[in-house]
């Protein structure tokens, strides 16, 4: 199993280092940092080879995105980096980081 982790910033973004250590939290739990690959996109959202169109941050799991529907919200710290309005990926409404307990259940059900 390969997991690939991609992100825009992970020195101010908390939503990029919150879900980082969530995921590394889960991938430790379940056995598999070590088949843990990260990756820094260029740009909030980009097109990645063998991936399609990234946006930041996201979870693969063998090439699959572990969460199927793509929501963002604007991200004030990554607005700032670029010196533009940015949407990055988002939980949900109520959350901007992914947490533990979805990233876990996302790779079980993928596995």
């Known amino acids: ?14 939503r990029c280092k919150q879900t980082k ?4 939290n889960v991938l430790n739990e379940l056995g598999l940092l070590t088949n843990l690959k990260m990756h820094k996109l260029n740009d909030h959202q980009e097109f990645v080879e063998g991936f399609g169109s990234v946006v930041s941050p996201s979870i693969f799991v063998d090439g699959e995105d ?10 004030d710290e990554c607005s700032q980096i ?8 988002a ?9 533990k307990e979805s990233i876990k259940k996302a790779i079980l059900v993928i596995s």
């Open 1 to 14: 199993m390969q997991i690939d982790f991609f992100y825009f910033d992970l020195n101010t973004c908390s």
């Open 21 to 24: 250590l969530n995921l590394t």
């Open 66 to 75: 572990i969460f199927k529907k793509v929501e963002t919200s604007k991200c």
């Open 82 to 89: 670029c010196g533009d309005s940015v949407s990055c990926r």
């Open 91 to 99: 939980e949900s409404d109520e959350s901007d980081s992914f947490s």
